[in-house]
């Protein structure tokens, strides 16, 4: 068995992963709101597929229409927004949580489940369809 010191340290890596993503996301977020046209002319050339070779099979999927841009590009930010806050979120209850017993943690864990979800789905899913 654990002592309790133990399990706060068993814990700690939990916090700190959920710190860093929702950190992360933050400053990620706050550059693309901040540097709008800087980053979203990277949006735009991937969703317009204008720099692949000219041989290329699958120029089919390029997407040239701008506001089909700018929506992609707002969801992103929405999306890196929504992953900031539920990460800290998630990393304030793991903090705060951390000598608590197993079932009071793990009931904590839901803020992070989502962030990490969301996660997923803007950098494997949605960069993928781009």
């Known amino acids: 068995m654990l002592a309790k010191n133990d399990v706060a340290y068993a814990r700690l890596p939990l916090f700190l992963l959920m710190f ?9 977020a706050f550059g693309n709101l901040t540097d709008y ?9 991937v969703l317009s597929m204008d720099t692949i070779f000219p041989n290329s099979t699958v ?6 229409l701008p506001w089909v841009h700018h929506l ?9 927004s929504l992953i900031a806050i539920f990460g800290l979120m ?7 949580h951390l000598s608590s017993n197993t079932e009071t943690f793990a009931q904590q864990k839901k803020p992070a489940y989502i962030a990490l979800a969301l996660g997923i789905l803007l950098w494997f899913i949605s960069f993928c369809l781009s």
């Not at 998630?90 to 705060?96: E, M, S, T, V």
């Open 20 to 28: 860093g993503w929702g950190l992360l996301h933050l400053l990620v």
């Open 37 to 45: 046209g800087t980053n979203f002319e990277f949006v735009k050339h």
């Open 59 to 64: 120029g089919y999927r390029a997407i040239s």
């Open 72 to 80: 992609f590009y707002a969801c992103i930010i929405l999306l890196e």
């Open 90 to 96: 998630a990393a304030y209850r793991f903090f705060k």
